[in-house]
């Protein structure tokens, strides 16, 4: 075995350039899941369609690559289907362990990325010629770099399956399940659905026989140490609506005369959270203050303010305390205020008479979204009658997503340590993170599982930038992240499964 | 005298709907002065050039109508000419009075007009065809109706002139000296500087003799009285920048790791102003409480919530008394929050790293914008370092406007008072307003004169929407309107100059 992980290494080596052509073929796509024109959603369906050929070169039988249909997008006009889902499957032993493993192929949407990288304008060609090996493209490391990383994988076995004249399914230490979204950018829309019809099948379908699952589409802690994640954070994502006139109004004409909704919203805004990133109370109230103990494990973490201090530029950090700061992305709820619909960016004198104020709330221990909102609402409906406003005040919930923590001593994650280490070596031993965002379809599959342990196996950097401008993937993290993976997959089929 | 007035009328009277076409031939152009393409511009000056035009077919020297060069725009690359200010000069009789006439023939731009106007879709082609008599374009009221008013009543003059075989000038009752000009819509960039060198010149140059000016640039305080307009407010126009990483950071990952400028930003704005419109203390102060006398002379102003109303469509009226929303508008200050550039209006994650937020002050009394800068600034960073925050935060005046009182007693309004009554009848008696936005330019005009009265004389109503989509103007208000310019004239002709 120990002769067929170095055959798989030396493949890698021997292949990097194949792999960042792979990548830059996958960069191509312009996947955005958020535009819903149906010119921009054929080139999410065109990208689960390459995905699925990609797949289909490594499977046994034909059926053992799927693209599932999931049917039309409710809330869109002209109606337009939602991306399918992608699945393959290699191998069947029922001596060997299954793993399920998920990733999408959608992306964020580009913004002013051309005005601003004026060294690669284009979103959506991979800049694969930086001296400093980073691979510049719109979804390089979220998340095409860990999907393509798992075809690596694939082709690389591939080839030493066909040196011993054996099939690919034999010569892997385990049975895998992938399942490849095109939404996740999007809530992903239609896939909880899919995955609760798959698991009422008599046999639960995709899901059956998996013992346990692999998630990669999160990042390290930071730049320079691996990470296995075991938790993350929830979202209740808000819009204060507030409406006053029925048209924008001249401020020198109606200056003083009317209520004005943004008098109203930075007054509301401004009792949810102050400048050290307390929320309101009865927020700030759902979760327990930090035990020594949980004090201690964070502090493991090898992480400085120096750390963050790289990510955002400006030294601009809450605390000096690197515990605290860490407790404040994976521990602390948090709440960010967005932005505006309906107000002005330029010099304009008008009063904005229709707005939404956007903030968002991530969530830890007990804070449902439910919760959370029934608590917001109540909170922004008191302070709005305080005001004595004639405007109008509603709160929609827009976005949610569970926090969720998993079971970080299960041998999912010795396997993940295992495999961290066999590639990076001792001195980088796994950080133990959880993520401030939230990946919602984490949850489903646990429980589409009946909750065996679901890992977080992280490719990129903590400074990937993988929903801003000038997203990118390291090459080192591309290439050994893909021996991660290839690993991870030897040292699942070890374990003694409890 | 008065059979030439009857003339006058009866000629408007016959030619209305060449008066909308003329109208609708000045509203074609896109004459847009914040636009600032080389093609944009050209479209401004091109519109000057039609004016110019226009007026050249009245005058009676070829040297009485010039398009005046103002040189390039400073601010722009590329470098881009500012628009001409075109003068037109009709008599030059030392027995008669001279008025100075100011309008502009730049337009706002015109934003979401397509989407929100299904019926009319381009905002350059005046709808002509409604029942209701709205004439629907973007200038129409502000201020091409206003210009092609003036032209009117040079075209009507003419055909008596002719008809009796004088010159225009010898039957006109006053000289007029017409100034239009194409950037007020973009603090008259270059205008000022013109002024300043022509009153310099010994004989004062175009200023020279003048005894009164009219603007013809502002509306009615209702939809359904005309009013005289002897004050405006000032402006001070604000954003407070704050600074705080180098790039947009993932809410996710550094929500309650960072300082957030948002958050900040919202604080500074909470303590600006109050639902009630009531400004922080340090510039209320500025201005003193309404004397009984003061409060008597605004309940005589044709003013009712229900007008507010009109304009408003929903009941958010700051407060049912009429005379305190009369106040509201034109003897105090108003504070109103606009937007805030580098903030997201879509439902985004990210946290900002550097926004403006734009807010501006109406000032009136002794509040120069320089004081009120001042003050503000004052406030803003005691405030913010009040919060503790690492991030920047710096405050940038960004349009500044005297505020202005006229002398409402003066024989210039006592003439437009008789022209109005004269068209309207006597149950029209004008309101006498200041108007609550700021035409800086009137200032520039007084200073010009030495001192000599100004007067705003309106055409449009105060629902002609002037920077608004679906802006109009009445029929009735243009063809009346025209009505009353003329008739102004001889009434000028009529006073015992003090």
Redesign the interface.
């Known amino acids: 075995m120990s002769d067929q992980i170095s055959k798989f290494y030396a493949y890698v080596d021997s292949h990097e350039a194949d792999f960042v052509q792979r990548l830059a073929d996958a960069v191509l796509y312009p996947s955005i899941s958020s535009d819903q024109t149906p010119q921009g959603r054929q080139h999410v369906i065109n990208m689960g369609s390459y995905i699925h050929g990609q797949f289909a070169q490594f499977v046994a039988k034909p059926e053992d690559v799927q693209l599932v249909d999931l049917g039309f997008q409710d809330d869109t006009n002209p109606q337009i289907r939602l991306p399918p889902v992608v699945l393959a499957r290699i191998g069947e032993d029922a001596n060997k362990k299954t793993v399920f493993v998920y990733s999408h192929y959608d992306v964020q949407p580009v913004g002013g990325w051309k005005e601003a990288n004026v060294q690669d304008p284009d979103a959506f060609i991979l800049n694969t010629t930086r001296p400093d090996g980073q691979l510049i493209g719109r979804g390089a490391t979220d998340d095409k770099g860990p999907i393509m990383g798992w075809l690596n994988v694939l082709e690389a076995h591939k080839s030493i399956a066909d040196g011993l004249g054996k099939p690919l399914a034999e010569i892997l230490p385990v049975n895998i399940r992938f399942l490849f979204e095109g939404m996740e950018e999007s809530s992903s829309l239609g896939l909880d659905k899919w995955i609760n019809e798959e698991v009422q099948k008599p046999n639960k379908g995709w899901f059956n026989g998996v013992g346990c699952a692999c998630i990669t589409d999160n990042?390290w802690l930071t730049t320079h140490r691996p990470a296995l994640t075991y938790g993350l954070?929830g979202?209740a994502?808000f819009?204060i609506n507030i409406?006053?006139?029925?048209?924008?109004?001249?401020?020198?004409?109606?200056?003083?005369?009317?209520?004005?909704p943004?008098?109203?919203l930075?007054?509301l805004?401004?009792l949810l959270?102050?400048?050290?990133?307390v929320i309101f109370k009865e927020v700030e109230e759902m979760v327990p203050a930090p035990t020594p103990e949980e004090r201690a494990q964070y502090a493991q973490l090898d992480y400085a303010v120096s750390d963050?201090r790289q990510?955002?530029?400006?030294?601009?950090?809450?605390s000096e305390d690197p515990v605290e700061?860490v407790m404040?992305?994976m521990r602390?709820?948090?709440?960010?205020?967005?932005?505006?619909?309906?107000?002005?960016?330029?010099?304009?004198?008008?009063?904005?008479h229709k707005i939404s104020g956007?903030f968002?709330i991530?969530l830890v221990g007990k804070q449902t979204p439910k919760a959370v909102h029934e608590i917001v609402d109540k909170f922004l409906r008191k302070e709005f009658d305080n005001?004595?406003?004639?405007?109008?005040m509603s709160l929609t919930l827009?976005?949610e997503g569970m926090p969720w923590v998993g079971d970080r001593d299960h041998w999912n994650f010795k396997a993940a340590h295992a495999a961290t280490i066999a590639v990076h070596g001792v001195n980088l031993t796994p950080d133990y993170t959880r993520?401030?965002?939230?990946i919602p379809i984490t949850l489903t599959i646990e429980q589409a599982l009946d909750g065996e342990n679901v890992l977080l196996l992280p490719m990129g950097r903590?400074d990937d930038?993988?929903?801003?401008?000038r997203e990118k993937l390291d090459r080192d993290n591309y290439f050994k992240g893909t021996k991660v993976y290839g690993t991870y997959l030897y040292e699942l089929a070890k374990q003694v499964a409890s």
Not at 273 to 277: A, E, F, P
Not at 311 to 318: A, F, H, R
């Open positions: 990042y954070r979202i994502y819009s409406e006053g006139a029925t048209n924008d109004l001249h401020s020198g004409s109606f200056g003083r005369m009317v209520h004005e943004m008098t109203d930075v007054q805004f401004s959270v102050g400048t050290n990133g963050l990510d955002i530029g400006n030294p601009v950090e809450l700061l404040g992305r602390y709820p948090s709440l960010s205020i967005h932005g505006i619909q309906g107000a002005f960016d330029t010099i304009t004198t008008a009063i904005p956007r968002s991530r005001l004595k406003s004639k405007n109008k827009e976005v993520e401030g965002g939230s903590s930038g993988a929903h801003s401008l």
